[in-house]
């Protein structure tokens, strides 16, 4: 059984840019509940399903599978709520975390929002410069939500 603890920042720049390079990431969602959801995943040329509970704090229990390729596009085209979530992945190394920087596209362009995980809830942080503020525990910000009210409908 896996935990994910995890803190989310809006960006002010994009000097993260240059950190790391960018992946491709298409995702959509056979159930969005409010204690769990359920996730299709596709990144290059690799598929997963992911399960997740509900948040307590800025943690939540998380279970994730790689699936066939050919399976996970099937997935996401045929069942997945639409709109599916576009995003490019830059995944930078700073010290000992690993931060995960999203540049959504399509229905959501114009939202970045950087991810770190952390090995504990209280676990200290050197915020990089590119950050902006954080909004944790805002489930306006989670990807499941995005779905059903992308960005480019929120008044900003």
Same mark, same amino acid.
């Given at each position: 059984?896996?935990?994910?603890?995890? =803190?989310?920042? #809006?960006?002010?720049? @994009?000097?993260?840019?240059? *950190?790391?390079?960018?992946?491709?990431?298409?995702?959509?969602? #056979?159930?969005?509940?409010?204690?769990?959801? &359920?996730?299709? =995943?596709? &990144? @290059?040329?690799?598929?997963? #399903?992911?399960?997740?509970?509900?948040?307590?704090? &800025?943690? !939540?229990? %998380?279970?994730?599978?790689?699936?066939?390729?050919? %399976?996970?596009?099937? *997935? *996401?085209?045929?069942?997945?709520?639409?709109?599916? &979530?576009?995003?490019?992945?830059?995944?930078?190394?700073?010290?000992? *975390?690993?931060?995960?920087? @999203?540049?959504?596209?399509?229905?959501?362009?114009?939202?970045?929002?950087?991810?770190?995980?952390?090995?504990? %809830?209280?676990?200290?942080? @050197?915020?990089?410069?590119?950050?902006?503020?954080?909004?944790?525990? !805002?489930?306006?910000?989670?990807?499941?939500?995005?779905?059903?009210?992308?960005?480019?409908?929120?008044?900003?």
């Amino acid at each position: 059984m896996g935990i994910e603890i995890e =803190r989310k920042f #809006l960006t002010k720049s @994009d000097e993260w840019k240059k *950190l790391g390079q960018a992946k491709f990431y298409q995702q959509g969602y #056979l159930l969005i509940d409010k204690s769990k959801t &359920i996730r299709v =995943r596709t &990144i @290059d040329n690799q598929g997963f #399903l992911t399960i997740k509970g509900a948040s307590v704090g &800025i943690s !939540r229990r %998380e279970f994730e599978y790689e699936i066939p390729i050919d %399976e996970a596009k099937q *997935l *996401l085209e045929l069942l997945c709520e639409k709109p599916l &979530i576009e995003k490019f992945r830059t995944k930078i190394t700073l010290g000992d *975390l690993i931060w995960e920087v @999203d540049e959504f596209i399509g229905e959501n362009a114009g939202l970045v929002i950087a991810e770190v995980e952390l090995k504990n %809830e209280n676990q200290k942080i @050197d915020v990089p410069v590119w950050i902006h503020k954080e909004v944790s525990g !805002r489930p306006e910000y989670n990807n499941s939500n995005l779905v059903k009210h992308p960005y480019k409908n929120w008044k900003v």
